[in-house]
């Protein structure tokens, strides 16, 4: 069995761009040319700002859109959507984590039901034992089973983050892609979070793509880190090569205007900040 779980290689999305009254019809290509490989177990971040084409490559990966060009190859299983359409099999290989859990989740489903849809649409798992792996999925992510019954809005922001980790790892996927995960929460939520899902990682022997603007953030997980700028790949290496030596502009001055948000130094601060209240 191979040691790459991804591959990725000249990866081009490209939409068109409607005319209007004084404007021609036209294309705008939000990912151009990407290459890249992930090891088995590893963690890769992706990083850049807003509109650098990062959650556009999370789309393809996850196959909520096709490709333009180019191919991307799931532990050995070609995947281009618009030409074969999405099997039970692809789906089971790789799920997502949004931003936002509380727009993930819908708020008409107790999150027995949110944890078991999986289940039910992609494997012959009967009631019962659907169940049983939803309340062990609950307490894999530090919640309680008598939280099985209760509805999102019951719930906190981290909570429901952990919900939504929940539902991403019940089908046991190869690959989990996490589009800024922690982004949306309290500095306390967050470190929780990232923990969370570094022993997850180690437990499960997940593979993660961790999507995010803050480089900072994604130095307690990472292995190896991609920067993006303008839908290309600026910078790529290990996560010690890129932080402890940065070679392009982009990603020098995307460190200069980043806080330290990992978990240590958001411990620091919280610490800092109770301190001065005193």
């Known amino acids: 069995m191979s040691d790459i779980i991804l591959k990725v290689r000249d990866l081009y999305r490209t939409y068109d761009i409607k005319g209007g009254l004084f404007k021609k019809p036209g294309k ?46 799931i532990d050995g299983l070609p995947i281009d959507i618009a030409k074969t359409g ?21 708020p008409r489903q107790k999150i027995g039901h949110v944890l078991e849809e999986p289940l039910l649409l992609n494997t012959d798992m009967g009631a019962a034992e659907r169940r ?11 919640l309680q089973p008598e939280h099985y019954g209760r509805y999102p809005h019951m719930f906190s922001g981290g909570q429901r983050q952990r919900i939504a980790i929940a539902r991403a790892i019940m089908l046991k996927p190869k690959l989990l892609v996490l589009d800024e995960p922690v982004s ?80 240590d130094s958001i411990k620091k601060r919280l610490a800092a900040k109770a301190a001065s209240a005193a």
Do not use: W
């Open 28 to 73: 705008f290509t939000a990912v151009k040319g990407v290459s890249f490989d992930v090891e088995r177990g590893s963690t890769l971040a992706i990083v850049g700002e807003s509109g650098c084409g990062k959650s556009t490559l999370a789309r393809m990966l996850t196959m909520i859109d096709a490709q333009s060009e180019g191919g991307i190859e």
């Open 132 to 142: 049983e792996l939803a309340l062990e999925m609950l307490q894999k992510v530090g």
């Open 184 to 263: 949306a929460l309290d500095l306390s939520v967050q470190a929780q979070i990232l923990n969370l899902l570094k022993d997850l990682q180690d437990e499960m022997g997940l593979t993660y793509i961790f999507i995010s603007h803050d480089l900072s953030v994604v130095k307690y997980l990472a292995d190896k880190v991609m920067v993006m700028y303008f839908g290309e790949v600026v910078e790529y290496g290990t996560r010690d090569e890129v932080f402890d030596a940065p070679q392009h502009a982009y990603t020098k001055t995307l460190f200069a205007a980043t806080p330290r948000a990992d978990a």
């Open 86 to 106: 999405i099997s039970k099999d692809m789906r089971q290989k790789v799920q997502i984590i949004f931003q936002n859990p509380y727009g993930s989740l819908n």
